[in-house]
């Protein structure tokens, strides 16, 4: 049953003076909050259900997305885009089953990217960045690259299908990946040095519901699975997932 906490009641007092100020100013796109089932760290040792802000808003050349943070499109020119990235990387509290590993703190990233879109409903990116703000020896270089297509499926329902390739240099893969001696004697875990190159590819599923002038649901499903290193770890072997899923729902609103 959904829960109002404090942290969702701020957040819909947010997207509250959200709406209002992007009506003001011009922003187009879509914005709400839903819920998400996921894995509750990326090696998959257990699933949580957690309330979550949609955003897939535009503002001139500066957007605002769930998936990919703050992005703003310096380049533009024939369907080619590019420019700086800021995103969000969830850290993770070591209990339960995690028990004596190390914690990992949140942190951003920071990056730069390029996309190819001629037309609305298809588009292919690259994404590199550097995370900042961890704990010492936690930061480290993500790269992303993939394609989206979209699709009219009648009675004004929209689906789209994406595929994404992540990768992870060694530092960042050891993050989370990886199991230090210390921690091994804490946990129970094997030590493992994990190394960097391909850490998962996703394939994701959305469909948008109309209901009413501006308002929809939007519903997505990924598959997640994880590759090479990171499918290794012990951490995953012992207490995790190579194949993860997640699954999301939200209410949204449409600005003009």
Same mark, same amino acid.
């Given at each position: 049953m959904f829960r109002i906490t404090s942290a969702v009641f701020a957040a819909l007092l947010c997207l509250g003076?959200?709406?209002a100020t992007a009506?003001?100013?011009?922003?187009?796109?879509?914005?709400?909050?839903?819920?998400?089932?996921?894995?509750?760290?990326?090696?998959g040792s257990r699933y949580?259900?957690?309330?979550?802000?949609?955003?897939?808003?535009?503002?001139?050349?500066?957007?605002?997305?769930?998936?990919? $943070?703050?992005?703003?499109?310096?380049?533009? !020119?024939?369907? &080619?885009?590019a420019g700086p990235f800021f995103n969000y990387i969830p850290g993770r509290n070591s209990n339960g089953t995690l028990r004596g590993l190390r914690n990992v703190s949140d942190m951003g990233e920071v990056g730069g990217f390029v996309q190819y879109?001629?037309?609305?409903?298809?588009?292919?990116?690259?994404?590199?960045?550097?995370?900042?703000?961890?704990n010492r020896r936690q930061d480290g270089v993500l790269g992303r690259v993939g394609g989206e297509v979209g699709y009219p499926l009648g009675l004004g329902i929209i689906g789209s299908s994406e595929l994404t390739a992540n990768f992870a240099n060694d530092r960042q893969t050891q993050t989370f990946f990886g199991v230090s001696e210390k921690d091994s004697r804490a946990s129970g875990f094997r030590p493992y040095n994990a190394? $960097?190159?391909?850490?998962?590819?996703?394939? !994701?599923?959305? &469909?948008?519901?109309?209901?009413?002038?501006?308002?929809?649901?939007?519903?997505?499903?990924?598959?997640?699975?994880?590759?090479?290193?990171?499918?290794?770890?012990?951490i995953v072997k012992q207490e995790g997932r190579v194949n993860q899923g997640q699954v999301q729902a939200a209410i949204s609103y449409k600005f003009d």
């Amino acid at each position: 049953m959904f829960r109002i906490t404090s942290a969702v009641f701020a957040a819909l007092l947010c997207l509250g003076g959200f709406c209002a100020t992007a009506q003001a100013t011009g922003i187009t796109g879509e914005a709400g909050l839903g819920m998400s089932y996921q894995p509750y760290e990326p090696t998959g040792s257990r699933y949580e259900a957690v309330p979550v802000p949609y955003f897939d808003l535009d503002w001139g050349d500066v957007s605002l997305s769930t998936d990919e $943070g703050l992005t703003w499109s310096a380049l533009k !020119t024939n369907g &080619f885009s590019a420019g700086p990235f800021f995103n969000y990387i969830p850290g993770r509290n070591s209990n339960g089953t995690l028990r004596g590993l190390r914690n990992v703190s949140d942190m951003g990233e920071v990056g730069g990217f390029v996309q190819y879109s001629p037309a609305d409903f298809w588009r292919i990116f690259a994404f590199v960045g550097q995370t900042v703000g961890g704990n010492r020896r936690q930061d480290g270089v993500l790269g992303r690259v993939g394609g989206e297509v979209g699709y009219p499926l009648g009675l004004g329902i929209i689906g789209s299908s994406e595929l994404t390739a992540n990768f992870a240099n060694d530092r960042q893969t050891q993050t989370f990946f990886g199991v230090s001696e210390k921690d091994s004697r804490a946990s129970g875990f094997r030590p493992y040095n994990a190394s $960097g190159g391909l850490q998962n590819v996703a394939l !994701t599923q959305s &469909f948008e519901f109309p209901l009413a002038a501006q308002w929809s649901v939007v519903t997505s499903a990924s598959w997640i699975h994880l590759t090479n290193s990171a499918a290794d770890s012990s951490i995953v072997k012992q207490e995790g997932r190579v194949n993860q899923g997640q699954v999301q729902a939200a209410i949204s609103y449409k600005f003009d």
